[in-house]
């Protein structure tokens, strides 16, 4: 079985302006700038020819480039406990296209709907059920983070190998994006 999901990797600029903002927070595991990526669709568990088979599909998907750009700090919680701090995505018509396309071949690839509502994210930390309360300092000064737009030329699909030392991903496939000239 194979673990996977569909993601923009990032550029290694983007990576190292995120990472400035990567100290000060107790009680939280920051994610390896090599690691950071914008999840697209979590596909989970799948048999190897499945994996291929989603490849192809994956593939077939031609949708424009477009630019990001990143600017300030979300989170996720349970009932005001945060277990995810991220930078926020600016809003972008491209991804949300992508993000509709790729999720509507992976369904016709035989995968379930994704039930929840989209919010494009990039994660620097996972926290162990942190209150609210106790991050909010940090909150506020990584809420300064602004990484001007850059260029995403492809999306791919990625696997995610589960180890005591946090996950490994691998990228499995890279899809290009449809560039016009200026
Ligand atoms: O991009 P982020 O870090 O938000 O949390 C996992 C990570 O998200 C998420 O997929 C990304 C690559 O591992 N993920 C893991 N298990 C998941 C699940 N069961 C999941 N997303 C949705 N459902």
Known sequence: ??????????????????????SGLVGGRWIDPQNMHLTLRFIGDVPEPDAR??????????APAFDLSLSGIGHF????NVHSVWARVGKCDGLTHLQAK?????VRAGYAPEQRKFTPHITLARLKDTP??????WLEDAGVLSVPPFPVPEFALFQSQLGHGGAK????????LIKFAE
């Open 1 to 22: 079985m194979m673990r996977l999901f569909v993601a923009l990797p990032l550029p290694v600029d983007a990576r190292a302006q995120l990472s400035a903002v990567q």
């Open 53 to 62: 088979d989603l490849s192809l599909a994956l593939s077939e998907i031609h």
């Open 77 to 80: 919680d349970r009932r005001g």
């Open 102 to 106: 790729i999720e509507s071949v992976v």
């Open 132 to 137: 609210l309360e106790r991050i909010g300092p």
């Open 169 to 176: 991903y691998t990228e499995l496939a890279a899809y290009l």
